[in-house]
Nanobody, 123 residues
């Protein structure tokens, strides 16, 4: 089992940047595929990005490709999401998640979730 804590959200102007972090408990972080999802007000939660256990394979939603970068530091048990060129439509609660299987954009494949961190992008 792994526990996840999301941090790094905040208020930023359009065009700005933020870096989200997800700290994982335990010594098994490197055994999990990790992902980021987000949920905007009044909308369903949606996939943002995922990466493999080693960090060598990544996959992004089209809406964030080229602007967001997912990465991990297995020595620090931490997942990151670097968000650049932010747009108002990126406003949402962002969640990290852990998956025992292969990288996947499907929410149902993820077993553990962080509590979420709010990102607000003003125009």
């Amino acid at each position: 089992q792994v526990q996840l804590v999301d941090t790094g959200g905040g208020l930023v102007q359009a065009g700005g940047s933020l870096r989200l972090s997800c700290a994982a408990s335990g010594r098994t972080f490197s055994m999990y595929t990790m992902g980021w999802f987000r949920q905007a007000p009044g909308k369903e939660r949606e996939f943002v990005a995922t990466l493999s256990r080693s960090g060598s394979s990544t996959y992004y939603a089209d809406s964030v490709k080229g602007r967001f970068t997912i990465s991990r530091d297995n020595a620090k048990n931490t997942l990151y999401l670097q968000m650049n060129s932010l747009k108002p439509e990126d406003t949402a609660v962002y969640y990290c998640a852990a998956n025992k299987g292969l990288i996947s954009p499907l929410e149902a494949q993820y077993d553990y979730w962080g509590q979420g961190t709010q990102v607000t992008v003003s125009s």
